[in-house]
């Protein structure tokens, strides 16, 4: 049997969903907007009804004493209805304000929660916009639903009672032409609905071609592709506009729908009326009563009518940010687990098991040892596993099959937190945020003083040129950072990781897009980081590994070779091969009278 999620529930399970889910803290603002909604209908009621002893008593029977009793009725009334509608609107609007902030911080902490493999098969794009249309979607749905509950249906529910009241025979005109509107409405709102979710998907295309742009701007320029991409970026815009167009249209029906019915209604009604005034001679203070009635009547059954299909669109964001709250991170945090306690630092991989979803497994029953303290290098080909092997090590992903231990620890049982506590990553993909550069350094370790980081910055040689900065380390940095070249933010990132003062280090290509003078500078701040730590480096350039404890070949998800440099030389194999291609062109790209830029290696333990 299958079981019912999210994507199944029907508007009014979503509705339900959303004031629970918003009822903390916001009850008492629930409860003043029914109320100010119930004196919105009493006053409006009151408006209509008074007019029969105005047309009867004042103008009929002109008595001056009623006179000026009803002037001051009405002129209370009106005040009341205005204090009321001012009161309304403004809590209507502060509790959707509360509602989008309260689901933004909501989908973000759900967002952190859920592991790597998620953003690996989410776009950036989609998570943009439930994270901003979403949220905004979640505060138009609850303000649409009390302005129309406690405004439109309470307002009407009082003035199609002053007119059954008035007059029972002409009400029947109007409960007969009613649900025929509504049967037009309904058909509808199936159709936004469709349209309103394909609209989502077009706006996270032009989101996403945003962000392709900003990230892509100097290859779009250097390649003259300003415009293809902006041939891509119009049919993306034109496919918004369109469905836009459509659901605009489809409300737009709504109108003719209320206006052609609403004019029979009242056709009807005044040959009704008109019949009894002029034939049975009737006074016409009920009919003006019943009349004035029925055109406020008019106005909030319109918006009644028309608030399913701006409503229908704004539950599919509704359904939509529920799907990501509902969505179950795969990793288990361990929040109850024990730590990770680090002596030697000593990292094994038994008979592991692995694949990304979808895809060919990367391995098959791998078994390796990174030995304590020691300083192991993961070389092989492209697309052989060595990032995925870190990427397991900080349980970015969930294995198949095996284990992987720390100092005997199995990496699966404890605490997360405490796992991620005890390593320092440094990528060749530098990730700077929107902060200082001291604090974009001490976000390695949050409670470090301000000694500490500028310690970290000069052991990762980066001191100098922060202070060379206009303001030094208070110069706020993005992650796409200009004023900083690669070997600069490099060693922002490995400041960070020095910091960290973690006992394992991972290096992904720390050094792969550098120039020599920039590789230089970096190896001499990562002797810092590594120095009596266990280090797993990854690296195409064999230059940098020349000098590591242990070299192991990855081929396929293998292992095909272990040893130091000059063992793995001597074999003649992958290692020899990897090593003489690299090495050989170097020679022959080399100028005449030129020389082989200096190989700095990994200082061995």
Known sequence: MKIPTIADAGSIALIKRLFRDNGAGLTKSYILIMVLGIGIAATAAVHVWIIKDVINEVFLERRADMLFLLSGV?????LVRGFTLYFSTLTIGRVGNAVVARAQRRMFDHLLNLGVDFYSRTPSS????RISHNAAAARDVLTTVFTSTARDLLTLIALITVMIVQSPLMSLIILVIGPITISGI????????????????????????????AHGIRVIKAFNMEAAIRERMAASIDQVRLRSDKIVRLRARSSPLMEVFGGLAIGGVVLFAGYQTIYLDMQPGAFLSFLAAMALAFEPARRLGYMQIP????????????ELLDTKPTMELNADGPDLSVSSGEIVFEHIHFGYAGETPVFR?????AAGGKTTALVGPSGSGKSTMISLIERFYNLEGGRILIDGQDIATVKLSSLHDQIALV???TVLFTDTVRQNIRFGRPDATDAEVEQAARAAMAHDFIMAMENGYETVLSDESA????????RIAIARAILRDAAIILLDEATSSLDSESEHQIQLGLEHLIRGRTTIVIAHRLSTVLGADKIAVLVDGRIVE?????????LGKHYARFYRLQFERRDVDRPRGGRTPESVALPAE
């Open 74 to 78: 009405i002129v209370v009334n009106g």
């Open 126 to 129: 989609d998570l943009v916009t």
């Open 186 to 213: 309904v058909a509808l709102v199936k159709r936004a609905r469709i349209v309103a979710r394909a609209q989502f998907a077009s706006l996270s295309a032009v989101i996403s071609g945003m962000q392709q742009t």
């Open 311 to 322: 409503l229908e669109a704004g539950l599919v964001g509704v359904r939509l940010m529920f």
């Open 365 to 369: 029953g791998l078994d390796f040892t």
């Open 427 to 429: 990528s060749q993909s």
């Open 483 to 490: 004023p900083l070249s690669g070997g600069q933010r490099q």
């Open 562 to 570: 272990e040893g130091c440099h000059d063992t793995l030389l001597a």
